[in-house]
């Protein structure tokens, strides 16, 4: 079964100062791997994914994420931080690409708290 | 980024009441669209996965004579919850799924949420 764990439910930074918001996953397959983020009360936004390919992915608002393989992991970084990025980020897996009954797992989300 | 809309955005009912949340993929062809519920500060549950022009696949544990799932069409579908509750308050999230050949796009968009308040 497919799965993803985010082992922080906060993390606070200072502005300007790199972010790490951390995630793992298990798969029983080929990985397909993306990031979301959740502004209070509105839906879901998508950052970036892995698919295949480069191992560091670079979506939107500046942040990308390195795929590392053999530590499963799918970190999402931004090399300065801002206040505006403060929000609840989710890492989701999922169970197959391309396929109708493809669906998305999430993580328990980690809140991003950005400090002036 | 594909836009998903969903309307309303916020809704009061008394309970016994069936309340109506339409999911519109506005510039692409949804073939897929999703229904997640989320609690406070909690994951997404995905409730059911529904297919234009046929039935909704519920996920375990979720009444599918409550939660009446329709997708009429490759931009529109809608979430009925019936006879509603106060524990059926949540914040309700669709999503619709872009799914292009020969690019093999295949990327879940999410529509902004509904809460529903039930009295």
């Known amino acids: 079964a497919q799965s993803v764990a985010q082992p922080e439910d906060q993390v606070n930074v200072a502005e300007g100062n790199p972010l790490t918001v951390k995630c793992t996953y298990s798969v029983s397959g080929n990985p397909y791997l993306f990031w979301y983020v959740q502004y209070p009360n509105r839906g879901l936004q998508f950052l970036l994914k892995?698919?295949?390919?480069?191992?560091l992915v670079k979506g939107s608002y500046g942040f990308e994420a390195e795929f590392n393989k053999s530590q499963t992991s799918f970190h999402l970084k931004k090399p300065s931080a801002l206040v505006s990025d403060s929000a609840l980020y989710f890492c989701a897996v999922r169970d197959g690409y391309g396929g109708a009954t493809n669906k998305l797992i999430f993580g328990t989300g980690t809140l991003l708290a950005v400090q002036p | 980024g594909a836009v998903v809309s969903q309307h309303p955005s916020r809704v009061i009912c008394k309970s016994g009441t069936s309340v109506k949340i339409e999911c519109r993929s506005l510039d692409f062809q949804a073939t897929t669209m999703f229904w997640y519920r989320q609690f406070p500060k909690k994951s997404l549950m995905l409730m059911a996965t529904?297919?234009?022009?046929?039935?909704?696949?519920?996920e375990q544990g979720v009444e599918k004579d409550k939660f009446l799932i329709n997708h009429a069409s490759l931009t529109l579908s809608t979430l009925t919850v019936t006879s509603a509750h106060p524990e059926d308050s949540s914040f309700y999230i669709c999503s619709a799924r872009q799914y292009r050949q020969p690019t093999s796009t295949d990327t879940q968009y999410f529509g902004p949420g509904t809460r529903l308040t039930v009295l």
């Open positions: 529904s297919n234009e022009g046929s039935k909704a696949t519920y």
């Open positions: 892995y698919i295949t390919g480069d191992n």
